[in-house]
């Protein structure tokens, strides 16, 4: 869905796989790198970067501090919760009903 909105949009997209099983994790310094290096002229308050948590179909989930981690990055942040309810930790499950926007 996202590659689909973009592309609309008329916006690059740079697709990041998870990593392997069981944790699915969101890799933070291959995110990083990739903002910096697409960022247009430089300026990576210009990217955006969509999170998701729990992921579909890995079931994997963000922590707090993970999220907290991608936000100093100085790009948009945009956390998908759409599975909210099936999460029993991290940001959704542990902060009992969503993200906290700072």
Do not use: W
Not at 9 to 21: C, E, F, M, Q, Y
Not at 55 to 61: A, K
């Amino acid at each position: 869905m996202y590659s689909f909105l973009g592309k609309i949009n008329r916006s690059k997209i740079v697709d990041v796989p998870r990593g392997p099983a069981p944790h699915f994790e969101a890799y933070y310094d291959q995110i990083e790198r990739l903002v910096r290096d697409h960022a247009p002229n430089g300026e990576v308050g210009r990217v955006m970067v969509m999170l998701t948590s729990p992921n579909n179909p890995t079931g994997g989930v963000l922590m707090p501090s993970q999220v907290e981690k991608f936000c100093n990055l100085g790009c948009m942040i945009v956390l998908d919760e759409a599975y909210a309810e099936f999460a029993t930790e991290g940001v959704v499950g542990g902060a009992g009903g969503g993200a906290r926007a700072s």
